[in-house]
């Protein structure tokens, strides 16, 4: 059988001496590999590992929930949000209504960076949002998740240098591989028709687009939150409100 990979997540509820090696040491003895170890919030731990066979891992779970010292709490196919878990000892914050809606503070850009990278690499066409006030770091996030995926990344419409509506792009520009930055306030309320066509030849590509401000961008366009398949929230700190009126009011400043 081909090797498959494993996420398994415990919590501590006894963290006595010699507990992780006597788990480390019943991997080893079923010869299931430990690729990454991590602890993840507090006193919960994660494993990534390795094995051709699934009976171990079968067993494995039923070893481990005999354990009096550990709940067990994953035991499955690793999801890209264990994987970054195991990378960087903390979960990313998921919204408990909506779970295409992933949340981040600025001093987590690291993990968003790291985050953004690995959903930029997926195939195919895409849409995200990126929330967030002003200067808080959404198009360098974008930027650097981009150079994570070693993905090109082409500015449709942005406020970075100023404000930049493009009506068309070069042919290696329009690389079904590139990722398309868009400024949802910039293209709604700033743009002509030309812009917007482009902006719909894009949308039909199977490419990656990610949208900034994307509360506006479906107030003021044909699209609605169902051609999103994941929205990501940037604040300077959890409490902070993004409060779209704020700065569409004031949409030709180069605060934006």
């Not at 602890?39 to 066979?53: A, H, P, W």
């Not at 067990?72 to 909506?98: E, F, K």
């Not at 042919?171 to 917007?196: A, C, Q, W, Y």
Request: with cysteine.
């Amino acid at each position: 059988m081909e090797s498959k990979q494993w996420y398994l997540e415990y919590k501590i509820h006894k963290n006595r001496p010699g507990l992780l090696g006597d788990i480390a040491s019943t991997l080893g003895m079923l010869e299931v590999n430990i690729l990454t170890i991590n602890g993840v919030e507090g006193e919960t731990r994660g494993l990534l590992l390795e094995t051709d066979d699934d009976d171990k891992i079968a067993l494995l779970d039923q070893m481990l929930r005999k354990v009096d010292s550990i709940t067990v709490t994953a035991l499955r196919s690793p999801r890209l949000v264990d994987l970054l878990a195991v990378r960087h000892g903390r979960y990313i914050v998921r919204d408990s209504d909506d779970h295409k809606t992933f949340r981040f503070t600025r001093d987590e850009l690291g993990l968003l960076v790291d985050f953004l990278g690995e959903v930029l690499k997926r195939d195919g066409h895409q849409v995200i949002g990126l929330r967030g006030m002003p200067r808080v770091g959404k198009t360098e996030s974008i930027i650097a998740g981009s150079v994570c995926a070693m993905k090109r990344w082409a500015f449709v419409s942005s406020t970075l240098l100023r404000q930049t509506v493009r009506s068309q792009l070069s042919e290696d520009e329009m690389n079904p591989n590139n990722v398309f930055i868009i400024d949802g306030i910039v293209s709604t309320l700033r743009s002509n028709e030309k812009h917007f066509q482009l902006i719909r030849d894009l949308m039909k590509m199977p490419s990656t687009i990610v949208i900034e401000h994307p509360d506006v961008f479906i107030k003021e366009s044909e699209y609605n939150y169902d051609d999103f398949d994941i929205i990501i929230e940037l604040r300077n700190n959890p409490d902070e409100q993004i409060v779209n009126d704020t700065f569409t009011t004031n949409y030709y400043s180069d605060e934006l």
